[in-house]
């Protein structure tokens, strides 16, 4: 089993920044691959990040040179960092792992982008 936990949501001003963490407890071997969805109100939950264990990344085009993510395989974490925020971007977010063809989720926590 493994549990993931995020952080570092909020409400940030159109053009700002925010950084958000996952934290994975339970058993991390056998992850392959780690990620962020995203679920607007009256939206599907969409996949826009994702990192692989051996560091090579994947962003939806919606995010792509404003969003970042990374992942520390020994903290058990991934992270995303959050640059450029517009509206369109307010949502909650998911922290997702893969472990053997399962998939896991966090709780989501809310971003919100608005002046």
């Known amino acids: 089993q493994v549990q993931l936990v995020e952080s570092g949501g909020g409400l940030v001003q159109p053009g700002g920044s925010l950084r958000l963490s996952c934290a994975a407890s339970?058993?991390?071997?056998?992850?392959?691959?780690m990620g962020w969805y995203r679920q607007a109100p009256g939206k599907e939950r969409d996949l826009f990040a994702s990192?692989?264990?051996?560091?090579?990344?994947n962003y939806a085009d919606s995010v792509k040179g404003r969003f970042t993510i990374s992942r520390d395989n020994a903290k058990k974490s991934v992270f995303l960092q959050m640059n450029s925020l517009i509206p369109e971007d307010t949502a909650i977010y998911y922290c997702?792992?893969?472990?053997?063809?399962?998939?896991?989720w966090g709780q989501g926590t809310q971003v919100t982008v608005s002046s």
């Open positions: 997702w792992g893969r472990r053997f063809a399962l998939d896991y």
């Open positions: 990192i692989t264990g051996g560091g090579s990344t």
């Open positions: 339970g058993n991390f071997f056998g992850i392959s691959v």
